[in-house]
């Protein structure tokens, strides 16, 4: 029953990884549209190929008694969800990149960004044998290990990418309803994975992740009235975006009211950082990975610090306001520890990719 949960969660997620796209060709001139989603599928393949060969076995099976990548044995439920889990993570930030370069830049950065950034993080946090993880660091669904990592990447293409003079979208709302729709479809799936099943707190689970949506969404509308401006589709997508993503550190270890509250200021949070950094040349992210990815996750995580309750999950630990103060300082470490690891790796990936092309893609 547990295997079977898992492969659900798995095939769940799917649609949402390859929906995401959609989306954010929707931020780029419609005739770019073709080139954008070409660029981001073969991302998702490139990544896939990584994930088979040497990702899941850097981030799981890497201080274990695997000494070498098998992935006829290791090829299961777990290893689906988890390429999931990754697929995601890489998505976000293809949306940032692809303002400025070309599929050929997926070649090299992807793996190197495989190697170097999401594998060690997922090893530190979700390996039983990774250093956080033995000091009893937590992360849902990914708060630290999906966004964190995807949103620092995404800030750190960002840096070197040139704002266009008056830059448009496609603005179709029809395919943004769509893709927002199997977003939130599968992301129940997201949250629901690590479970394994779905006595493990699921509907503690579904619960959060729903009040998480109406929260966030309701906090991104706040900075809305005091500028006395109409509520937007693309409002609505990103609070529910910055909802399901500030959920995800947080969602199995935390009561209903606790995710409310955290993702309703985040919600308020991002919402002015992505209206700071639309209105800044110096990066340009056109897609928000940053602000909505970066900053959520981090909120999410920074809820968990303080929010986290036994009382709602044995397995989880207890936050600060309920007087534990180790807790709060090893997921403190573990946000330091994974922001360093993103920076340094993103930055060199990117440095590694332009002397492979002997340009700048």
Known sequence: MKINFSL?????????????????????????????LVEMILALLIGILCWLFFGYFESFQVGTQNTLPVISRSFGPTMF???????????????????????????????????????????????????????????FSGGLVVHLTAGLTSLVLALFIKRPQNPQGSDNALFKYVAILFVIT?????????????QNYGSLIVTNTLIAIIAASLGWIIPLTDQNKPVTLDDLVNGILTGLVTS???????????????TFVSGIICHLATHFTNQTDRLYDAVDSFTINGIGGLIGTFGLILMANTKINHGGATGLIFGNIRFASVKLLAILVISGITIIGAVISLLATHLVTLRKD
Request: proline share 7%.
């Open 248 to 262: 995800t550190a947080a969602v199995g270890y935390v009561s209903p009211l606790s995710i409310g509250i955290i």
């Open 186 to 198: 599968s992301w129940f799936g997201f949250n629901l994975a690590p479970a394994g099943s779905w």
């Open 81 to 139: 969800v988890q390429l999931d889990f990754f697929l995601y993570a890489l998505v976000m930030f293809t949306g940032t990149a692809i303002a400025k370069h070309s599929w050929k830049f997926f070649v090299s950065f992807v793996p190197l960004w495989t190697l170097l950034v999401y594998a060690p993080v997922a090893n530190l946090i979700w390996s039983p044998t990774g250093y956080l993880a033995q000091l009893g660091a937590l992360d």
């Open 8 to 36: 659900l969660c798995a095939v769940l997620m799917v649609p949402m990884i390859f929906f995401v796209p959609i989306l954010y060709t929707q931020a780029f001139p419609k005739q770019q549209t073709e080139k954008h």
